[in-house]
């Protein structure tokens, strides 16, 4: 039987910064500006709060790693931010491109003397730190799982505010132009040459429909680049799907470690589950948020066209390994199509439920909801990993937690998802691993320092990890226990 994997997990720019004399600052990301940007904290669209004034896991690397080891914890999932290995374009570097029929990319050829152009643009600096933080996890006898694009990405890849002013003249509009599906084939191929041998598990994304969700259809819930661009946004969710089978291809010239990628799956429930167009609503959120990345990376069904009407296209099938993100359900009604190119959105989440809830209160199911507002739902993680797991690829869930600065609704809420996952193993789905979001409190993007989801509480004056206890000896019981 494969051993199954407890950890923790954390992104870069949620967690790395906060050095008291700011040398390890990353002003090189997209959300760096976003978050400082004048009109988005005069419009409350951030909060204010700046990176730079975090929790330092940067220095602090090994302090987190003895605390995840102290829970006996086995596994430990980070991010290698591309702003730190390349804070310069990469566009110099020249490579081979191929295109199938639909003109889509079908090849990158990173040569071997492309790869050490890369290593010459690469910060030192960067690559030694993490392959010294690698090391560390290796040393302390973590399987390392390492994911290489989480929402942020470099400045000059993606500039949002840029791209919010002027959409058609910015030159850095991320994932919304082909030529960074390229540049970031280079930046994997590039780490697995270089970590390959520390890094047991890659994943190319983290949660990519919530870029396209709230950076191309929400402009008002404060993600970059903040705009309503329907069209932008299915270039997006191509362009990803594109990018992730590429570095899937570029990673395995290096390693044969499982390349996976990390979704964000939501159980979508009807409001009336007697009504055919809440049912229809609910079907639909299914496909467009879930299915979709599904269908294409593991089926090689791609909807091009977002219409409902997929293409096989076998080289976009490419993917050894699911991740699931869960924190809660939707619960949805029918609304008519909101946009012409997307005639799938067709509905909208029912306030109380899910994401939509009231900061500290319950649902009208008299579900509590967290600090953020979010409904607490085991059962959905069972019913979106069971999703997942159709799919014939093994299945990790990769982050699960509670915005609960009290430590109230957390002890709870980890025993009630853990069982979630003794069921699904008992009932034959195949799960190997459960990652809690998260060991330490950290930046919550928009949210800045208000949300804690940390085992560990952070003083942000001396940046003491401070142990909520109950959660803390709730979470190394059940690992004890373990799952069988």
Not at 3 to 27: I, K, T
Not at 453 to 465: A, K, N, P
Request: glycine share 6%; proline share 5%; charged share 30%.
């Amino acid at each position: 039987m494969v051993s199954f994997h407890w950890g923790v997990v954390q992104s870069a720019f949620q967690f790395e910064m906060g050095d008291l004399y700011r040398r390890n600052v990353d002003a090189r990301t997209d959300w760096w500006h976003w978050v400082r940007d004048p009109f988005n904290i005069k419009n409350d669209l951030v909060s204010g709060d700046l990176p730079e004034e975090g929790i330092n896991n940067y220095e602090l690397y090994e302090i987190d790693h003895r605390l995840a080891k102290d829970l006996g914890l086995n596994a430990y999932q980070l991010t290698i931010e591309w702003s730190r290995i390349f804070p310069c374009p990469t566009w110099g570097v020249k490579v081979k491109v191929e295109r199938d029929s639909y003109g889509l990319i079908k090849r990158v050829k990173v040569t071997k003397e492309a790869l050490e152009e890369l290593d010459a643009l690469a910060n030192r600096r960067e690559v030694e730190h993490y392959s010294a933080v690698l090391r560390n996890l290796k040393k302390l006898g973590f399987t390392t799982f390492v994911t290489l694009n989480h929402q942020t990405l470099p400045v000059w890849v993606h500039d949002p505010l840029w791209t919010r002013s002027d959409f058609e003249g910015s030159r850095a509009r991320g994932w919304v132009d082909e030529r960074n599906v390229v540049e970031f084939v280079k930046f994997s191929a590039y780490s697995a040459w270089k970590f390959g041998e520390l890094v047991d598990f890659w994943a190319t994304f983290d949660e990519p429909m919530v870029t396209v969700e709230l950076g191309y259809l929400a402009p008002y819930v404060g993600w970059p680049p903040g705009i309503l661009n329907p069209k932008a946004a299915k270039r997006v969710i191509i362009n990803q799907m594109i990018a992730h089978a590429r570095a899937y291809e570029a990673i395995k010239e290096h390693t044969k470690a499982p390349v996976g990628i990390i979704l964000n799956i939501i159980p979508a429930y009807p409001l009336n589950p007697k009504d055919e167009r809440d049912i229809k609503a609910a079907e639909n959120y299914d496909y467009f948020h879930n299915r979709l990345f599904l269908e294409a990376l593991n089926r090689g069904r791609v909807d091009l066209e977002l219409d409902f009407n997929p293409t096989r296209i076998p080289h976009l099938e490419r993917n050894d390994w699911i991740g699931n993100n869960y924190y809660t359900r939707e619960v949805v009604r029918w609304v008519e199509p909101k946009f012409e190119e997307l005639p799938m959105v067709s509905f909208v989440g029912v306030e109380g439920y899910g994401y939509s809830g009231e900061p500290k209160s319950v649902s009208p199911d008299n579900n509590p909801t967290s600090d953020f507002g979010w409904e607490v739902y085991p059962g959905g993680l069972y019913d979106s990993t069971a999703e997942a797991a159709g799919y014939g690829r093994p299945v990790y869930i990769t982050e699960n937690g509670v915005a609960d600065s009290k430590d109230v609704l957390r002890p709870r809420y980890i025993e009630e998802h853990v069982r979630e996952v003794r069921k699904l193993i008992e009932n034959g789905i195949d799960v190997r691993g459960y990652f809690h979001w998260a060991l330490t409190d950290n930046y919550e993007w928009a949210m800045g320092f208000k949300i804690r989801f940390g085992l560990y509480e952070v003083d942000l004056i001396t940046r003491e990890r401070i142990p909520r206890r109950r959660s803390v000896e709730t979470y190394r019981k059940v690992v004890e226990e373990g799952v069988e």
